[in-house]
């Protein structure tokens, strides 16, 4: 059934549950249009890889610099090897974790348009597993283009209401699949030079994840790196709100800041959980908790929502963030935290 989320007057959520929407999807598409879709990490703005004018309203549509390359989803390890060059431990890799969270930068191929890539001989990868966008590429029948669909530099969209909310007139038609399943975006290994694989973006997969398939430890790129433009959206700031965020090591060092506030409805707490500090803090600030039992993959879906939902509230001026272990995907979530905190 398509739903009537209209934005002054036009539709732009299909329920992703009537193949009548997939086909209008498809059909968008296959005439060079630009439409959101879900992934299993966070929403994408998808357009045909191969035909550059779409790609090019990819990059307007999120005010991109187009020195920043996008993301290639293709729907299986035939298809990747169309756009971009195998090494050996591809196969490997791709067993292990496609289709999934993982992004894999390779040399490319010249059918890859250059506005794709920025100019770079390499393409960025990836076998999405959430069921509708791997519909939606089978029927396509080509490869999509798709950075996350929000606007360049502000918080990544883990709901249909988030595109919809962040583009608002200018928004495309968005394919509704339900809150995202991981909530972060993918893990980024760059194959560059595959004797020495580096990850350039924590994601969902760990480096530990990735060493036992690679058979060794891949570097990590230092993701705050503005000398290098390898992956230039590894810049200080980004997926930020507009409210100021301030990071804390623990609990206490919040209650500590936010007791004796004056204007406590000025002031926002993001915890990973409750307890028996957080039940200390002045009544009427926003406090919002991750996930009640602390898991740190709710935390990681939850995460963006949290964000939006500080940023919408227009008495907020300040929100404390507790950060993470860095265990499993919490390092991933504590790397988007100090983005998203940093003023640079
Ligand atoms: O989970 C995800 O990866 C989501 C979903 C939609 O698939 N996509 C996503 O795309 O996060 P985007 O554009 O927001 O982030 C892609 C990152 C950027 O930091 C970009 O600079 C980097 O990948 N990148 C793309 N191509 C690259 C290349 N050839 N070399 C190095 N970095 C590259
Ligand atoms: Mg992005």
């Not at 187009?66 to 756009?83: G, T, Y």
């Not at 010249?110 to 890539?117: F, S």
């Not at 030079?193 to 058979?215: C, E, F, M, Y």
């Not at 009640?292 to 940023?311: P, Q, V």
Request: hydrophobic fraction near 40%.
């Amino acid at each position: 059934m398509t739903q009537t989320l209209n934005f002054r007057g036009v539709l732009k959520i299909l329920k992703g549950d009537d193949p009548e929407n997939l086909r209008v999807i498809v059909g968008l598409i296959l005439r060079g249009e630009p439409v959101a879709l879900p992934t299993e990490t966070v929403y994408g703005l998808a357009a045909d890889a191969l035909n550059p004018d779409a790609v090019h309203s990819v990059f307007s549509i999120k005010k991109r610099p187009a020195n920043d390359p996008l993301i290639v989803h293709a729907a299986n390890l035939e298809q990747v090897e169309s756009i971009a060059f195998a090494p050996p431990v591809l196969k490997k890799l791709a067993k292990s974790f496609w289709p999934g969270p993982l992004t894999i930068i390779l040399r490319k191929k010249d059918i890859v348009p250059d506005i794709v890539t920025s100019g770079l001989p390499t393409v960025a990868v990836r076998v999405p597993s959430h069921p509708l966008f791997r519909k939606i590429l089978l029927d396509a029948n080509r490869p999509l283009a798709a950075p996350s669909a929000n606007p360049f530099g502000y918080v990544s969209p883990t709901q249909a209401e988030h595109v919809v909310s962040s583009f608002a007139e200018n928004c495309p038609v968005v394919l509704d699949g339900g809150p995202t399943d991981h909530g972060i975006e993918s893990t980024i290994l760059s194959l560059d030079d595959p004797k020495q694989p580096k990850i350039l973006r924590l994601g969902p997969l760990s480096p530990n994840d990735l060493a036992q398939v690679l058979g060794c430890m891949p570097v990590i790129v230092p993701s705050i790196n503005d000398a290098i433009p390898m992956a230039p959206g590894c810049m200080k700031r980004h997926y930020s709100p507009n409210v100021a965020l301030k990071l804390h090591h623990d609990q206490a060092s919040i209650k500590n800041e936010v007791e004796g506030c004056t204007n406590p409805r000025s002031v926002g707490v993001l915890l990973l959980q409750r307890s028996a500090e957080s039940k200390k803090f002045p009544s009427g600030i926003k406090l919002l908790c991750l996930s009640e039992e602390g898991n740190l993959r709710e935390a990681a879906s939850r995460l963006y929502d949290s964000l939006r939902k500080m940023d919408s509230d227009p008495l907020l001026e300040i929100v404390h963030c507790e950060t993470l272990s860095d265990r499993g995907i919490g390092a991933a979530i504590n790397d988007r935290l100090r983005r998203a905190a940093s003023q640079d």
